[in-house]
């Protein structure tokens, strides 16, 4: 296990199209984030997991935005009828619930909508 | 919620010098603060973390100190050297549930050879 996976890395799509990320987190680590990074800009909270429940959304998940977990393993998450304004870093991160060494992040998915 | 406010934006310094980032934070209920350094193109990497039961915490060249009754906290970088050029984010999360974090917008430090 090499740390958290990300794919893909790079998703250029066109303005109402719909995208979905995967992460694919820590064996070990039942918590799972997501966060959306905006250039110059650190990253935002959307959305977390503890094992296959998702426990708080932010309000910046728009209806637009989907996130699951299934069997508590890997992530998934969907930005349907895309807009330009969700060109972003999308951040994958994972901890386990003693939270010992902090979160380890992926390398991101860079989403472009043209 | 949580706002995070960091300073300053961008930072220069001469290799060997030090470097300090200031952060503050406006939920009195955080309890849990750490660094990240993200380099160009690469994940954000934890480097140094503290909780609010401890004022200072030390790891080589890196230092972090906490003021709780300010509700402020500062990254210290001695000994500056090229590879510390990145971008750093300081964060703070009110930790025993959900540990999600609320980042600062992240000081691009440069070190000059």
């Known amino acids: 296990d090499t740390g958290v996976s990300q794919d893909p890395r790079h998703k250029i799509t066109k303005r109402g199209q719909n995208v979905t990320f995967r992460c694919d987190p820590i064996?070990?680590?039942?918590?799972l984030y997501w966060y959306r990074q905006t250039l110059g800009q650190g990253p935002e909270f959307l959305t977390y997991?503890?094992?296959?429940?998702?426990?708080?959304k932010s309000r910046l998940l728009s209806d637009r935005f989907s996130a699951e977990r299934p069997k508590g393993s890997f992530s998934t998450l969907e930005i349907q009828r895309t807009e330009q304004g969700d060109s972003a870093m999308y951040l994958c991160?994972?901890?386990?619930?003693?939270?010992?060494?902090?979160?380890?992040f992926g390398s991101g998915t860079r989403l472009t909508v043209v | 919620g949580e706002n995070v406010e960091q300073h300053p934006s961008t930072l220069s310094v001469q290799e060997g010098d030090s470097a300090v980032i200031k952060c503050t934070y406006s939920?009195?209920?955080?309890?849990?603060f750490p660094w990240y350094k993200q380099e160009l193109g690469k994940r954000p990497q934890l480097i140094i973390d503290?909780?609010?039961?401890?004022g200072e915490k030390k790891d080589q060249r890196i230092a972090v100190t906490l003021n709780k009754t300010a509700k402020h906290f500062s990254l210290h970088i001695t000994e500056t050297q090229p590879e510390d050029s990145a971008v750093y984010f300081c964060?703070?999360?009110?930790?025993?549930?959900?540990?999600?974090?609320?980042f600062g917008a992240g000081t691009t430090v440069t070190v000059r050879a």
């Open positions: 991160a994972s901890t386990s619930s003693e939270f010992y060494g902090g979160y380890t």
């Open positions: 064996s070990e680590h039942n918590r």
């Open positions: 997991f503890q094992n296959e429940a998702q426990l708080e």
């Open positions: 939920d009195s209920a955080s309890n849990y």
């Open positions: 503290i909780r609010s039961n401890v």
């Open positions: 964060a703070a999360s009110r930790g025993s549930n959900d540990y999600k974090l609320s």
